[in-house]
């Protein structure tokens, strides 16, 4: 039972990054109906520069939160209107699918030019810190890490239910062309939707560099782990996207338990594809997003 207990929470605790991300692929996703695979880049290169800030100038990662979100919405802000403005306007998404994976492999080249091949990753003098609940141990770097994911999910949901900002982004999700019409900016709420998104990428890559070692590779096989967490947890959901992620985490570690490390990625998968073939909303998505035909 302890066993058991302690696989599910170190799921829980691996899923916490997928639902960062997943976060930030649903709020792009919702208002420029792209899927944004540059996003597992953009939180490697946000890894780097929490790794980089750490050994040049000695700042706690968790302390590099307050710059790293401010730069990563503003670097947000510049690719959408560098890359992706006019090709969110067209009806043809191939675009700026096309632009996302072009952007992936030109960041991914810059970072190994920049950083090398060689993996990295940040030692903490408090990375070996545990809590132990009964038989159930703790990481608190991990711990740390849900905590960022359930914060960032309370952020976000409040943003789109709180303000008016919000309001607009969830009703471009809905309709964009029925928003466009009561007066409100399109381009100015996409905007401000993929800025976000990118945010959330820095929150991710602040955790991603505390716990993991990463490498220039790492970028495109976390963005696909994030789109099957989005997949699992519904489009439309903050909360949805989050759980979608530890679930994933949860399926992860209870394969590499009782079948073994090899099949991990077969039995994430394999739940993906079962849930697009007979849940295609997902377990929390909205409903009316899919048609019957």
Do not use: H
Not at 167 to 183: F, H
């Amino acid at each position: 039972m302890g066993s058991l207990a302690q696989i599910l929470v170190n799921g829980i605790l691996l899923g916490s990054m997928y639902g960062i991300a997943a976060i930030g692929l649903s709020l792009i996703f919702g208002t420029m109906r792209i899927i944004f695979l540059a996003q597992g880049t953009m939180i490697v290169l946000f890894a780097y520069l929490t790794y980089w800030s750490f050994e040049k100038a000695g700042i706690d990662p968790y302390l590099s939160l307050f710059t790293v979100i401010p730069l990563a919405f503003v670097v947000g802000l510049g690719l959408f209107y560098l890359l992706f403005r006019k090709a969110a306007a067209l009806e043809d998404k191939n675009v700026s699918l096309l632009l996302a994976v072009g952007l992936m492999y030109l960041v991914d080249n810059l970072i190994l030019k920049i950083w090398g091949a060689t993996p990295r990753g940040i030692n903490l003098s408090y990375s070996g810190a545990v809590l132990v609940i009964g038989e159930i141990r703790i990481s608190w770097l991990r711990f740390a890490l849900l905590g960022l994911a359930l914060a960032s999910a309370l952020v976000v949901y409040l943003f789109l239910k709180k303000t008016r900002v919000g309001t607009a982004v969830r009703a471009a999700s809905e309709d964009m062309e029925a928003t466009t019409l009561q007066g409100i900016n399109s381009v100015w709420v996409c905007a401000i939707s993929f800025a976000i998104g990118i945010a959330l990428a820095g929150v991710a890559g602040v955790g991603m560099a505390t716990v993991y070692s990463f490498d220039y590779q790492f970028g495109f096989i976390f963005a696909i782990k994030a789109l099957v967490a989005l997949a699992l947890g519904g489009i439309g959901n903050v909360f949805g996207a989050l759980a979608g992620g530890l679930l994933l985490g949860i399926i992860e570690n209870l394969a590499a338990y009782y079948i073994g490390i090899a099949w991990i990625e077969v039995a994430s998968y394999g739940v993906f594809m079962l849930v697009l073939i007979f849940l295609p909303q997902g377990l929390f998505g909205r409903r009316g997003l899919v048609k019957k035909v």
